[in-house]
């Protein structure tokens, strides 16, 4: 990746690994390498929308990624029509390879073949399917990668401690999933992996997003970003350019851009499932259902259209207030400044929560990046108060645990 040499992971007995090449903070980093999250927020809608017309489009399909310890036999049925039976977890990663994206995003140099991953989110969906919780995973997360199957059939060495945007390029998607599930200690048995384009075919599909922007934006590094305040119908190259900017959000970091994303996967839910929206017309969905098709990767799991039509029923019914998006509770890497590792007693408690399917009150706020939309105020407004709680009822999650719900209505805070 450009800017920089690739750090080395901490082998289990104290030695260094090498590993995938690893991005790094600071000015040197290009435009391109924040494209990335502009894929990855819109990926999450893939099955929620995509699954409804892919009877039509089965043979879009592309080749799947076998997940370690999956069990498929070549004479496994197509599941029927009927309702997705026990909970969901499906991880989504995004790639920051520039092969196969022509020269927008940079040369390939930068990034080829597999790339990293820049963007890591986990959907939980409760058996009972009443509610769902998205989990956005930092990028320089510093944390344990198991030993992951390489494309040669061997296997990597286990790493002590390594960066999670490491391991697409390590092991492929089986090796992120691994990686998820070794943190979180929850089965992931379904997976997809996608690439730059994807946000723009997805924008476009959706004829764009309306999203609300407090104190304006003004990104040179995104693009040349510039957003006044105001409501905007995001789509194609601005919705890209949207996603993947940090320093024109308060804040200038990580963090404040996965609020950020928050703010505009929440309005693309409500706009997709509203009466009369996306959902309710048979042609948008078949855009988006293609668009998803051509631009994402499933793991085997998910190489059937029944699975996947059922999966986008069941999230179409989700009720959005009980539908929580958080990011992974962290806390500075004293080894390094410019990393961070989980903050565990919280993750715990965040975890423990999900793996027990209990309604969770999220008290933290939406983090820097966002802020709550006031009601009857102008949209668009300069007011940067900090947002009101979130509640869903039950578990109480720590102060560190940030996000909203997929029912709220957040406005960008953009640094002006």
């Keep these: 990746m450009p800017g920089g040499s690739r750090p080395a ?7 260094n690994v090498r590993h995938g090449r690893l991005k790094r903070r600071g000015a040197a980093r290009t435009i391109t390498k924040w494209v990335l999250s502009a894929v990855a ?4 809608s893939v099955v ?23 069990k498929i036999t070549k004479a496994q049925p197509v599941p ?4 997705f039976q026990g909970p969901l977890n499906l991880l989504i990663a995004v790639s920051d390879s520039r092969t196969g994206q022509g020269k927008a995003y940079g040369p390939l140099s930068d990034s080829s073949g597999i790339g990293n991953n820049d963007v890591t989110m986990l959907l939980h969906v409760a058996p009972n399917h009443k509610q769902a919780t998205l989990v956005s995973f930092p990028r320089d997360l510093i944390i ?5 199957p390489t494309a040669s059939g061997g296997w990597t060495a286990e790493q002590y401690a390594g960066q999670l945007n490491s391991t697409l390029a390590e092991g492929g998607l089986a090796c992120t999933v691994l990686t998820i599930k070794k943190l979180t200690g929850i089965d992931i048995p379904y997976a997809g992996v996608l690439k730059f384009n994807g946000v723009v075919a997805m924008s476009n599909a959706l004829g764009g997003v309306d999203v609300c922007v407090k104190g304006g934006i003004d990104d040179p590094r995104a693009g040349n970003l510039h957003l006044a305040p105001g409501m905007h119908k995001l789509k194609g190259k601005e919705a890209a ?11 200038g970091g990580d963090v404040s851009r996965i609020s950020n994303q928050q703010v505009f996967l929440s309005a693309l839910v409500r706009q997709v ?5 996306a959902l309710d017309n048979p042609a948008s969905v078949w855009k988006l259902a293609k668009a998803a098709l051509d631009n994402v990767q499933f793991s085997t799991s998910l190489q059937n259209a029944g699975r996947l039509y059922q999966i986008a029923m069941m999230l179409k019914g989700l009720d959005l207030n009980h539908v929580l998006m958080v990011q992974y509770p962290w806390v500075e890497d004293p080894a390094n400044p410019n990393r961070v590792i989980p903050d565990e007693a919280s993750a715990e408690v965040l975890m423990n929560a999900i793996k027990n399917d209990q309604p969770m009150t999220l008290d933290g706020g939406t983090g820097q990046g966002a802020v709550a939309a006031t009601p009857g105020a102008t949209p668009g407004a300069t007011d940067t108060a900090t947002p009101a709680p979130t509640a869903t009822d039950g578990v ?15 406005c960008s805070n953009g640094a002006g």
Aim: charged share 10%; with cysteine.
């Design 80 to 83: 029927g029509i009927g309702s």
């Design 41 to 44: 927020v819109v990926a999450v």
């Design 241 to 251: 350019q949207f996603l993947r900017t940090r320093h024109g959000l308060v804040g």
């Design 396 to 410: 109480q999650l720590p102060q560190n645990v940030i996000g909203q719900t997929a029912s709220e209505e957040t």
């Design 273 to 277: 499932t509203s009466a009369g929206g």
């Design 48 to 70: 929620v929308v995509g699954g409804v017309a892919v009877w039509d489009l089965a043979s879009a399909v592309k080749p799947g990624v076998h997940l370690v310890g999956e």
């Design 9 to 15: 992971g901490r082998a289990k007995n104290g030695g």
């Design 144 to 148: 344990p990668i198991p030993s992951c």
